[in-house]
């Protein structure tokens, strides 16, 4: 039980109210980025394409958590809270990820319940994913797996191939504003809420 005034150790301490990790450096940074179409979310490129971090401040250095392919486009985390990261990235707690996908052709309603149910990919079958279609040729897909170029795979495995893809949303980080190529940082109350979505096994 913590007492009012105690000085808290972060580098080996570790902090909870009402169950949920909390941060407790005072120098740790969350942006959340509109990633736009053609750059890469690594800190550096063999090929001089821009990158995530050219986007957003220099310092604190900070890192994605989790991949956008270099065309696929929306919201992506960077931060330099590694223990953070580590649980939203981790399998077992499989935070949600939203897409619209624009695709060839029409997905029958046939095809709509085979992405939901899962679909077989050259690294083993999907996990069950929520998929709505709301367009002729555009699905939202959510999933909670961190396959390299999934939503991708799993559209080309049943014959629609992806045309455009956006992530709309990481977990509770929904932001409709944000133009492609801007940045913010989040609040406090939207950190609250991605360390309890890190904290909550799925």
Known sequence: MASLGQRV???????????VTVSAAPDLV???LNKPSGVVTTASDTHGRPTVVDLVPGEPRVFSVGRLDADTEGLL??????????????PSFG????????????PSAATVRKLRRGV???DGPTAPAKVSQVEPNALRITIHEGRNRQVRRMC??????????????????????????????????EIRALQTAADTPS
């Open 30 to 32: 969350y942006y959340l």
């Open 120 to 122: 077989e990919l050259d």
């Open 95 to 106: 935070v949600e990820k939203e897409y619209l996908a624009e695709v060839e052709g029409t």
């Open 77 to 90: 985390l960077l931060t330099n809270d590694g223990d953070l990261t580590q649980r939203l990235t981790h």
């Open 156 to 189: 080309e495995a049943v014959g629609h191939p992806v045309v455009r893809l956006v992530r709309t949303r990481i977990g509770p980080l929904v932001d409709r504003r944000l133009k492609p190529g801007e940045w913010r940082a989040l609040s406090a109350a």
């Open 9 to 19: 150790d972060s580098a080996s301490q570790r902090v909870e109210v009402d169950g």
